[in-house]
């Protein structure tokens, strides 16, 4: 299994509390079902996480009895969703210059290939419009989002599912 930063795996468990609160093991298996077996956060990654995110605010916890078990339950906080839709933002930033990179380079070889120069411009313009098309897109429904996380009937957290 390839390593991931400490970074990546807050987002991810971040992530993953939008959807639903859950349990450590829980997020362990969803982060690896997402992953399709290529990422599986060990527990000693994983723990030590939870408890920094729950010191900042950015999640909380419960402890629930399920039979003669003990398990701590965690939930996004308000905190937690303004921090995820800011560094969401960040990255989407980061990964579109990638995603563009790729593009480039793909468009390179069609050119290598001996495809005709004006539709290898056509398509990288379309590819660019498109890109800003989605990005406006996202940053317009974040602003939204967060302008409703700003009303003062927002819950802190979400119910548990």
């Not at 990255?91 to 069609?110: E, G, K, M, V």
Request: positive net charge; glycine residues 8%; proline residues 4%.
């Amino acid at each position: 299994m390839r390593r991931r930063s400490s970074g990546m795996l807050r987002l991810a468990i971040l992530s993953l509390l939008v959807e639903k609160p859950r349990h450590g093991y829980d997020i362990i298996k969803s982060i690896e079902e997402l992953s399709s077996g290529v990422w599986r956060p060990a527990p000693g990654a994983l723990y030590p996480t939870l408890r920094g995110l729950e010191e900042e605010g950015l999640v909380e916890s419960r402890v629930e009895a399920s039979g003669r078990r003990r398990r701590r339950t965690y939930s996004i906080t308000r905190r937690g969703l303004l921090y995820l839709v800011e560094r969401t933002r960040e990255i989407r930033s980061r990964s579109a210059s990638t995603i563009l990179r790729y593009l480039r380079s793909q468009i390179r070889a069609l050119e290598l290939l001996g495809c005709p120069r004006s539709d290898v411009d056509n398509l990288l313009s379309f590819l660019i419009d498109v890109r800003e098309k989605i990005n406006k897109l996202i940053v317009d429904m974040g602003e939204k989002c967060m302008a409703g996380l700003g009303a003062s009937r927002r819950p802190d957290t979400y119910p548990a599912a």
